[in-house]
């Protein structure tokens, strides 16, 4: 990890730095020393001395957002016109009289490759002294009938085990839901590396503690072991266990990453990048992507203007971004709140995405009055897609099929229906409204080779503009031309914006 350091005096020459911080310090009272090519590649910068305007500016490239620690006497100490730089910035002000401290936590919360996965349902077993029946729900649960109080019992485990580097935090978060008359604990053992029956540690997490990620930071590495056990009478059922580094405070995946979350425990995560604080705001949804994480920080932060990044952690790479009525709402109000802070209106908002990511674009996009949509290679109608599967894509992605089966709403047994009410609000008032919507998709696409015609037909003699390129192949056939047509789409449609807003 790169520490950039800008001060009066060096900290790295009074403390033993951290095995595998670089360490660089820039002195502001010696100006030829903010020169981009000298410091390089910074992964968190601290500021504990008055710095001139100039200075910081020249190594604005430098400084990522979220992670600019500024001392917390600078405060009221830093001039009016270092006010736009620190909101860019999304500076921190920090408690910087135990410096010692504050430099061995660095490497913990500002690292620069983020991870994050899961243990899969279909990794778990039923315990063997469990004897109601069990069945999985596709990928998304395993679910049995418990009937027995008193203490608690093993009802699960994973068969897998998760790998625990004793100097990274893990953040661990499972999935369940059950009825109200069951209750469970989370056990997780942490067997020491080189041992096979070496338990360095053992704990069982309630109910209540398992409202919030668990935090496993221990002194010796190794692997962790995981299951589930019950009590009382009822439902239950497990869904996957995610486990991720943890920042430890710092931020979700990316510093600043948010995490929103539900009653059911399911989640989806943004990351908010100020940019130039100058509208458009470019929201991304990531593609569908079984490593968990955000997508898309560079092609977004090359535009220049702010942005926020959405990903989906749930099923194998994402459910689309369906969610329940209070997760989809926990979304609207986070976008809305960035919008609201920017000073923004919804018209100065362009949605965007590829391949899943298209859809949550789409399906997002039209709850407000957004200035544009940009989407490539487009899945629209899930059912549709559900439907094919049986003969264009055997035994491929079947995570579709978990999708239909979430949609409360779809008919029960007809996967037709899946879309259904999602195309009759387009086809409604307002539907799109004035919105621009941009797409690029391939011709013979696998998934669903009527996305085009499916929102084209829904806009007929509506005021939205739409523009659309095909291109030959199947979904995967020629993603770089999608990928080219996407961001040179995206660079005229905020080129056109700006100058029609410099116009006024």
Same mark, same amino acid.
């Given at each position: 990890m790169r520490v950039l350091q800008?001060?009066?005096?060096?900290?790295?020459?009074?403390?033993?730095?951290?095995?595998?911080?670089?360490?660089?310090?820039?002195?502001?009272?010696?100006?030829?020393?903010?020169?981009?090519?000298?410091?390089?590649?910074?992964?968190?910068?601290?500021?504990?001395?008055?710095?001139?305007?100039?200075?910081?500016?020249?190594?604005?490239?430098?400084?990522?957002?979220?992670?600019?620690?500024?001392?917390d006497r600078l405060e009221t100490a830093l001039a009016d016109e270092h006010r736009r730089f620190l909101v860019r910035k999304a500076a921190r002000f920090r408690d910087m009289a135990g410096r010692e401290e504050l430099v061995a936590q660095l490497s913990r919360q500002y690292f620069a490759r983020p991870f994050g996965q899961k243990l899969e349902i279909r990794s778990a077993e039923v315990a063997p002294f469990h004897r109601s029946g069990a069945r999985?729900? +596709?990928?998304?649960?395993?679910?049995?009938?418990?009937?027995?109080?008193?203490?608690?019992?093993?009802?699960?485990?994973?068969?897998?085990?998760?790998?625990?580097?004793?100097?990274?935090?893990?953040?661990?978060?499972?999935?369940?839901?059950?009825?109200?008359?069951?209750?469970?604990?989370?056990?997780?053992?942490?067997?020491?590396?080189?041992?096979?029956?070496?338990?360095?540690?053992?704990?069982?997490?309630?109910?209540?503690?398992?409202?919030?990620?668990?935090?496993?930071?221990?002194?010796?590495?190794?692997y962790l072991s995981c299951s589930v056990f019950a009590r009382g009478r009822g439902q239950v059922k497990v869904g996957p266990v995610h486990y991720r580094h943890s920042r430890e405070g710092a931020g979700h995946f990316l510093p600043g990453g948010r995490r929103i979350v539900d009653s059911r425990r399911e989640e989806l995560f943004t990351y908010f990048h100020p940019g130039d604080l100058t509208p458009p705001l470019n929201i991304y949804f990531a593609g569908y992507r079984p490593a968990e994480g955000f997508e898309g920080y560079f092609m977004m932060a090359g535009l220049g203007h702010p942005f926020l990044l959405i990903t989906d952690p749930r099923l194998e790479g994402g459910r689309?971004?369906?969610?329940?009525?209070?997760?989809? +709402?926990?979304?609207?109000?986070?976008?809305?709140?960035?919008?609201?802070?920017? +000073? *923004?209106?919804?018209?100065?908002?362009?949605?965007?995405?590829?391949?899943?990511?298209?859809?949550?674009?789409?399906?997002?996009?039209?709850?407000?009055?957004?200035?544009?949509?940009?989407?490539?290679?487009?899945?629209?109608?899930? +059912?549709?897609?559900?439907?094919?599967?049986?003969?264009?894509?055997?035994?491929? *992605?079947?995570?579709?099929?978990?999708?239909?089966?979430?949609?409360?709403?779809?008919?029960?047994?007809?996967?037709?229906?899946?879309?259904?009410?999602?195309?009759?609000?387009?086809?409604?008032?307002?539907?799109?409204?004035?919105t621009k919507i941009l797409m690029s998709y391939m011709q013979q696409d696998d998934y669903d080779d009527a996305a085009y015609y499916t929102l084209l037909e829904s806009q007929t003699g509506k005021p939205t503009t739409v523009i659309a390129r095909g291109y030959q192949g199947r979904h995967n056939d020629d993603s770089a031309s999608i990928v080219t047509w996407f961001v040179n789409q995206y660079r005229r449609v905020i080129d056109e914006y700006v100058e029609a807003r410099d116009g006024e």
């Open positions: 800008i001060g009066r005096d060096d900290w790295s020459a009074t403390m033993t730095l951290p095995a595998g911080v670089t360490w660089t310090f820039a002195d502001v009272g010696e100006s030829w020393g903010f020169d981009p090519a000298l410091i390089g590649r910074t992964d968190v910068t601290i500021l504990d001395a008055p710095c001139a305007p100039a200075e910081l500016q020249a190594i604005d490239s430098l400084i990522s957002p979220h992670a600019l620690l500024v001392d999985y729900e +596709g990928n998304s649960y395993l679910a049995t009938d418990i009937e027995h109080d008193g203490d608690f019992r093993q009802l699960m485990m994973w068969k897998e085990n998760i790998l625990y580097e004793n100097h990274r935090a893990l953040e661990l978060w499972p999935e369940y839901v059950k009825d109200d008359g069951c209750e469970i604990e989370f056990v997780v053992q942490l067997i020491q590396s080189g041992t096979s029956d070496v338990i360095a540690f053992h704990r069982s997490y309630s109910e209540a503690e398992l409202a919030e990620p668990i935090l496993i930071s221990h002194e010796s590495s190794g689309f971004y369906l969610a329940s009525d209070e997760l989809e +709402g926990r979304l609207h109000e986070v976008i809305r709140e960035h919008i609201d802070a920017l +000073g *923004f209106r919804e018209e100065d908002v362009i949605f965007s995405g590829l391949s899943m990511g298209s859809f949550g674009a789409l399906y997002h996009g039209s709850q407000f009055r957004s200035h544009a949509i940009i989407a490539g290679k487009p899945i629209i109608d899930l +059912g549709y897609v559900a439907e094919r599967g049986r003969l264009v894509r055997p035994k491929e *992605f079947l995570t579709i099929f978990d999708i239909v089966n979430f949609w409360s709403k779809a008919d029960p047994g007809s996967a037709d229906a899946f879309t259904r009410e999602l195309i009759d609000r387009w086809r409604g008032d307002p539907g799109f409204g004035d």
